[in-house]
């Protein structure tokens, strides 16, 4: 009954000390995909992705009714970093629609031209403002109308002035600017740090993840305590800030942590790694079976593409060929080849699309022009009587080489029996079937990575060799491990290509999710040189296309590959069937 | 007739003119609307020479270019086709988008783009000498590019390339406001909403919008349509047929050219 009444009461209160329009507001959720072209079209990096903000807390003065229910403290502003930018789940400072709509769209106008940092806040907001105003007559409507109305409605705003040089993030916040990082003065765990080895992926088998920035601090939790406890544990009367939210681990998903996390203003993180991550270290060392991965070499190096640096890391990373010995020579599959008969004839149908063949002495049908041609001609002896056309199969001269990710998150589940390696394995077996039968010339290759030093570039079927029952075995042997580093990938399949003599070159590059690796190679980093790559490859004169099995992935696929040069697939099951249409499509 | 109107941005004249001199044949690459054709047509008339152009498709067939017999009340006679034509007579040949020609087709050019400059004509036992005027001009969008369609190398390496873009944006202006008839500063906000879409060119759209678009809305603004419309008419619905793209870009146009509240 307390608890009720004490809900009740909280509601009343904040409520009553809301001055937002509830009623009028919008979404970040309904309008994200519009923000996030808006912020392209404004000149904003494309790398960045856009993400929902939380509360940070200023000390300001508040209202007696907001220290009565106790808000006040905390407010939702818009930020950016190197890697995102941060905008409010929700606005409704206005009580019109329209505006809190195109509230949005001024923040990210702001961030799209904005530098900010803790010194020239007020000035910086003020300059890129005034650019704006001058540059949008639609948003120096806004900006009029709303700057009337905030000052009207939130009189405390009126101590942000442009001449005073003080303004800075603790007077009241201005909801039109734009504020300086969260952490910028906390010392955050630095994604850039490459010692960090054991860290796992992050979105590894996540059903869920926290979408949101939070503030975090770190604390030495790697005392050993001998777990005496110097508290009442009655005495907890609310939840405690020190919820354990595991950024080592993710293997064992705590679904409340993440539910207490989004109501909690600060994040407070351990250093202490989790025993898990030293299981599956131990698990990646043990050798898979009588497989053997040999090793061709030692190695060769190649560069990265460094984007903070804007530079070529020159040989930064290792490339090792591998193959595997003695795998055992298998047949196709029975499962898949019901499916390989439906694919025949498609295949049978892309052969009728042939090429004509004029001026034969002989042929399937007679070429009325040249019948023509002859009785116009003067010396009809000298005629070469050439009546007939033909009709012949296309040369394709095609090289493709289909590159795969086969890192440890394809071992995700599907269903409960299939993996996602699986799908890979069958959508390989039944390709290379595909194209052996077009009689088009192919390589397969995949890869996977453990930081820049060893990237393992595995061969399953180079262009020299004949596709038969040893390479099918060789797919059948496929482990999933490791990371993707997919730039590197990239490169050393172009540089396969590019010896190739074929006029038409195609890299398929075939992944369930985006660029990562336990170094800095994760986030941006990654898929900056990966796009770099794609580049070498396009100027190399080789068509590169990205099937793709991750459902986030649209994302940043536009912005990696270009417009048409990619294919999400929502459903892995489907990946052997639609694979050898998309290459009948592209290649058509 | 009045000059056709071109704007040099960078020394594509001299060369072109060069090329013209010693007889070698250009390729410009460049994407929709940025002045290809345009140029072509301009040189043709700064050279005095015809311009013959063909626009390149799946179908087009060497006889297409090259000529046939055709069959009239007194038999049958032979007619030139455009390349022939320029061949002999002089003038420039233009191929507009090769790329999308029958890599069989374009395989006639292969005497004519190098040192021989001859167009051999099976069908009459023909072996035509180029003209002194005559002159290979061929064009494509590299954004185009399918798996099967790029340019086969042994004729791309024939041509002397020139790669066009969209123009500079004090050009752009210029050309807006003659082309068009509109006021500078509606030029450049024209051109300004151009700058912005063409941000999003290959990853969000196919393609960005050009200059000949943006003349298209400058004529409708200038002809007395209200601003905010001709922009949406001309610019946006022509660039996407996508509901999020399309919002985006309505909510630029309407930022720089507010919405009229009686149309």
């Given at each position: 009954m307390d608890e009720k009444v004490g809900k009740f009461w909280d509601h009343y209160v904040t409520k009553k000390a809301s001055r937002l329009f509830k009623a009028e507001e919008v979404t970040f959720a309904d309008i994200a995909k519009g923000l996030k072209l808006f912020y392209h079209l404004l000149g904003g990096e494309k790398a960045k992705e856009l993400h929902i903000t939380d509360k940070r807390s200023i000390q300001t003065s508040r209202t007696l009714t907001e220290r009565f229910s106790g808000t006040g403290k905390t407010f939702f502003l818009a930020w950016q970093d190197e890697k995102g930018i941060y905008l409010p789940a929700s606005l409704a400072y206005f009580p019109a629609k329209t505006h809190n709509k195109m509230h949005y769209y001024w923040l990210i106008a702001m961030l799209a031209n904005i530098t900010v940092n803790r010194q020239n806040i007020s000035s910086e907001n003020i300059r890129v403002s005034d650019l704006l105003i001058k540059k949008y007559p639609g948003f120096r409507e806004f900006y009029t109308y709303s700057q009337r109305y905030l000052r009207e409605y939130y009189p405390e705003l009126s101590t942000i002035e442009p001449s005073l040089e003080a303004s800075s993030v603790d007077n009241y916040p201005n909801p039109l600017w734009i504020y300086p990082p969260l952490a910028s003065s906390n010392k955050l765990l630095s994604s850039d740090d490459e010692e960090e080895v054991h860290r796992q992926r992050d979105e590894e088998n996540k059903t869920e993840i926290l979408k949101m920035k939070k503030k975090s601090e770190q604390i030495d939790d790697k005392k050993e305590t001998d777990g005496l406890l110097l508290f009442l544990p009655e005495s907890i009367m609310s939840l405690m800030e020190q919820v354990r939210v595991d950024r080592q681990e993710n293997d064992s998903f705590d679904e409340d942590a993440l539910y207490n996390a989004e109501d909690l203003e600060e994040i407070t993180l351990g250093q202490k790694d989790a025993n898990l991550s030293a299981r599956i270290k131990m698990d990646l060392d043990i050798s898979a079976n009588s497989v053997e991965e040999y090793p061709l070499g030692k190695g060769h190096f190649i560069d990265e593409w460094d984007y903070k640096k804007e530079l070529y890391l020159k040989n930064y990373v290792c490339i090792k060929s591998i193959i595997s010995l003695h795998t055992e020579p298998i047949e196709l599959p029975k499962r898949l080849q019901k499916m390989m008969r439906r694919i025949q004839s498609e295949l049978d149908l892309m052969e009728l699309n042939r090429i004509k063949r004029d001026n034969l002495p002989y042929g399937d049908e007679i070429n009325i022009e040249s019948w023509i041609d002859y009785k116009g001609h003067q010396n009809r002896s000298n005629h070469p009587q050439r009546f007939f056309q033909t009709y012949e199969r296309k040369m394709r001269d095609m090289s493709t080489l289909i590159l795969a990710d086969v890192s440890l998150s394809t071992e995700a589940g599907i269903t409960q029996e299939i993996r996602v390696i699986d799908m890979i394995q069958d959508a390989l077996m039944v390709f290379s079937e595909s194209l052996h039968r077009l009689r088009d010339r192919f390589a397969i290759y995949t890869f996977s990575s453990i930081k820049n030093t060893k990237v393992n570039f595995h061969i399953i079927k180079n262009f020299k060799e004949n596709y038969s029952d040893t390479i099918r075995g060789r797919i059948h042997a496929i482990k999933p491990g490791y990371y993707t580093r997919m730039g590197a990938g990239i490169r050393e399949s172009a540089k396969i290509l590019d010896k190739q003599q074929s006029a038409n070159k195609l890299l398929l590059i075939l992944s369930d999710g985006k660029p990562n690796d336990v170094d800095r190679y994760d986030g941006r980093y990654g898929i900056e040189d990966t796009k770099k790559a794609i580049e070498e490859v396009k100027k190399k004169g080789i068509t590169p296309f990205c099937i793709t099995i991750d459902i986030d992935a649209k994302e940043y696929l536009p912005y990696l590959f270009g417009r048409n040069s990619y294919a999400v697939i929502r459903d892995a099951k489907k990946l052997p069937k639609v694979l050898p249409e998309i290459y009948m499509n592209l290649t058509k | 007739m009045s000059k056709t109107y071109y704007l040099p941005q960078g020394n594509e004249v001299e060369l072109f003119k060069a090329a013209a001199g010693m007889n070698l044949p250009v390729l410009i690459k460049g994407p929709t609307g940025c002045g290809k054709t345009r140029f072509v047509e301009a040189m043709g008339e700064e050279l005095g020479r015809d311009v013959y152009t063909v626009v390149c498709h799946d179908d087009l067939s060497a006889a297409d270019l090259v000529g046939r017999h055709l069959i009239d009340e007194n038999g049958t006679y032979w007619q030139d086709g455009p390349l022939t034509k320029a061949v002999r007579h002089g003038g420039i040949c233009y191929l507009d988008e090769?790329?999308?020609?029958r890599k069989d087709t374009t395989v006639v050019l292969h005497s004519l783009a190098d040192y021989r400059r001859v167009l051999p004509i099976d069908r009459t036992g023909e072996v035509i000498t180029a003209h002194p005027d005559f002159m290979l001009v061929v064009s494509y969008n590299p954004g185009y590019q399918n798996v099967l369609k790029g340019m086969k190398p042994s004729t791309k390496q024939r041509f002397i390339s020139l790669t066009f873009n969209y123009p500079k944006a004090e050009i752009e202006t210029e050309v807006i406001v003659k082309e068009s008839g509109v006021d500078q500063k509606i030029a450049q906000k024209l051109v300004a909403i151009a700058g912005e879409i063409r941000q999003l060119s290959d990853s969000d759209i196919q393609e960005a919008v050009s200059t000949r678009l943006l003349i298209y809305a400058g004529k409708l603004i200038a002809h007395g349509f209200d601003p905010y419309q001709a922009c949406i008419h001309s610019i946006v619905e022509s660039l996407s047929d996508e509901e999020d793209v399309l919002a985006v870009l309505e909510k630029l146009i309407s930022l720089h050219f507010i919405k009229s509240i009686h149309v």
């Open positions: - | 090769i790329i999308e020609a």
